[in-house]
Nanobody, 124 residues
Framework: QLQLVESGGGLVQPGESLRLSCAAS????????IGWFRQAPGKEREGVSC????????NSADSVKGRFTIDRDIAENTVYLQMNSLKFEDTAVYYC?????????????????WGQGTQVTVSS
């Protein structure tokens, strides 16, 4: 059964860190581009970071560059999002999604499977 399950969200203070996990089943994460997205209340969903299939090249939105890092553990079949120096504006539901097979992270790429999301709240 093909599935993506996010975990690791929570309530943190500004400046703190969280590590989100996206556990995949039914396919190999290194065979597909995998993206992290987020959606804040009243806002459109936005792409956060993406990791390509194969060599695992990454790219991230300008708003998180230098603070967020996407990586993966092939043995665990899991993609991670390390989030450091969290800000109030990072508060959102975070989703992972599967992109195309054997693909780099192309803008506009379609994602066909999505996880249920995990809430990240940054508050003092």
């Amino acid at each position: 059964q093909l599935q993506l399950v996010e975990s690791g969200g929570g309530l943190v203070q500004p400046g703190e860190s969280l590590r989100l996990s996206c556990a995949a089943s039914g396919f190999r994460v290194d065979n597909f581009a995998i993206g992290w997205f987020r959606q804040a209340p009243g806002k459109e969903r936005e792409g956060v970071s993406c990791i390509s299939s194969g060599n695992g090249g990454t790219n991230s939105a300008d708003s998180v560059k230098g603070r967020f890092t996407i990586d993966r553990d092939i043995a665990e079949n899991t993609v991670y999002l390390q989030m450091n120096s969290l800000k109030f504006e990072d508060t959102a539901v975070y989703y992972c999604a599967r992109g195309r097979p054997w693909s780099t992270c192309d803008p506009g790429m379609k994602y066909d499977y999505w996880g249920q999301g995990t809430q990240v709240t940054v508050s003092s």
